[in-house]
């Protein structure tokens, strides 16, 4: 009795660490799914290119607007030259609402970004699986 208590003890502690790294798999998977409404407009991936909007490889941790070959807006041209980067928190911003940081930026013209606060740290989530 005692070696099946201390063995079902040691599986939770495991379920438990492991817990967090499942969760983050999860919202990946789950951002994959979510990305498709990026999609349209950006790529990412080993043979991510350039579409309307510049490819996403790498983009969490980025500065903003140094996509080589890509003509960005003036607006990201402005945060390039600022030193703004693509933190996890500025990009779920950018995507709640891109609007609220670059009003005429193409993106916010055509994108009415994403209000689910879930959804979008899922699809941060997937994007950060995918480094330059």
């Known amino acids: 009795m005692k070696k099946r208590g201390l063995l079902g003890l040691c599986a939770t502690a495991l379920v438990a660490l492991a817990g967090p790294a499942f969760a983050a798999d999860d919202d990946a998977a789950q951002g994959k799914a979510a990305f498709t409404k990026c999609a ?56 709640a609402d891109p609007k609220a940081l670059l009003p005429n930026s193409p993106m916010a013209l055509a994108f009415p970004g994403i209000k689910d606060a879930e959804e979008r740290a899922r699809i941060i989530s997937y994007l950060k699986t995918f480094p330059e």
């Open 40 to 95: 349209i407009c950006h790529q990412v991936g080993p043979n991510a290119k350039t579409l309307v909007g510049p490819e996403l490889n790498g983009i969490v941790g980025r500065k903003a607007g140094v996509v080589a070959g890509y003509n960005y807006s003036a607006g990201m041209k402005e945060l390039d030259e600022k030193g703004y980067v693509w933190t996890e928190e500025n990009l779920d911003k950018w995507v």
